[in-house]
Nanobody
Framework: QVQLVESGGGLVQAGGSLRLSCAAS????????MGWFRQAPGKEREFVAA????????NYADSVKGRFTISRDNAKNRVYLQMSSLKPEDTAVYYC???????????WGQGTQVTVSS
């Protein structure tokens, strides 16, 4: 079974930066997509960013374009989310996910809390 473990969450002031990491294990990757989602209290889980494992093609939610950058290290089976110019509305639990494309995701991590203070 594929296992995804997020790390790097924490408390940061508005305007600050934070980098999240997702470690994947249990499978040899090829034509898959790894993505980041987030869920704030009282809100539905929303898509943040995704990247294709082989080619590095990316996709971002409009709300984070220009501020967040997704990347991956194939040798380490890790995906990262570099978050800059953070806003209080970015506060949420961030989840790492693996899927077949940008839309359908099958495996999920447990999440890591990101809190942005104003």
């Amino acid at each position: 079974q594929v296992q995804l473990v997020e790390s790097g969450g924490g408390l940061v002031q508005a305007g600050g930066s934070l980098r999240l990491s997702c470690a994947a294990s249990g499978r040899t990757f090829s034509n898959v997509v790894m993505g980041w989602f987030r869920q704030a209290p009282g809100k539905e889980r929303e898509f943040v960013a995704a990247i294709t494992w082989s080619g590095g093609n990316t996709n971002y939610a409009d709300s984070v374009k220009g501020r967040f950058t997704i990347s991956r290290d194939n040798a380490k089976n890790r995906v990262y989310l570099q978050m800059s110019s953070l806003k209080p509305e970015d506060t949420a639990v961030y989840y790492c996910a693996l899927g077949n494309n940008f839309i359908q995701y099958r495996y999920w991590g447990q999440g890591t809390q990101v809190t942005v203070s104003s």
